[in-house]
Every structure is written in structure tokens, then in C-alpha cells.
């Protein structure tokens, strides 16, 4: 845990926050006695690609699977067919 003074934590604010981002502890300190500690509210996310490899198949006709039926869904099908006829 890093203690510094409020002058120092003014003068290099963008140095400090850039130490909490990678986990360091931040005390700040009133003539010398302690009186705020700085932290990380919410750390990032970690992004982890290709977990899932090897855990399913995408066939290779994904993008055009079903192609037929929902063109015949669009094109064919009643524009509101939930109302009800007049």
C-alpha cells in the first residue's frame, strides 16, 4: 500500500490512478496522518476468446440455413397476422 501526501497526489493524479488501475493500494495523507484511500470501483472485464473452442460445431451452411422458409415468411406471409379482418 503506497502512502502519499495530498500535494504529491495532485501533482502526479494521473500516475497514481494509472497504479490503482493495476491493483495497487492508494492511501492519500493529511500532514502525514492518513485520510483517504483511493480504489478501484469496478475492474474490467476480462475478455477471453476461444473458451469455448472445441465445445460445439457451426455447420457450414449457417449463413443460409432456413433460407427458403423465411424468405417464404416475408415476402409470402399476411403483413399484421395478429389483426384481426374488418
Known sequence: ?????????????????????SG??????????PMY??????KKPVRRTGFLQGQFNVPDDFDTM???EIEDMFL???LFPNEKPK
Not at 1 to 21: G, P, Y
Not at 24 to 33: D, H, S, T, Y
Request: glycine share 4%; hydrophobic share 40%; aromatic share 0%.
Open 66 to 68: 432456413m433460407r427458403e
Open 24 to 33: 495497487e493500494r492508494l492511501v492519500i495523507a493529511k500532514a502525514g496522518k
Open 37 to 42: 484511500e483511493v480504489n478501484l470501483l469496478q
Open 1 to 21: 500500500m503506497k502512502t502519499v501526501n495530498i500535494h504529491e497526489a495532485k501533482t502526479n493524479l494521473s500516475r497514481l490512478l494509472k497504479a490503482v488501475d
Open 76 to 78: 409470402n406471409g399476411p
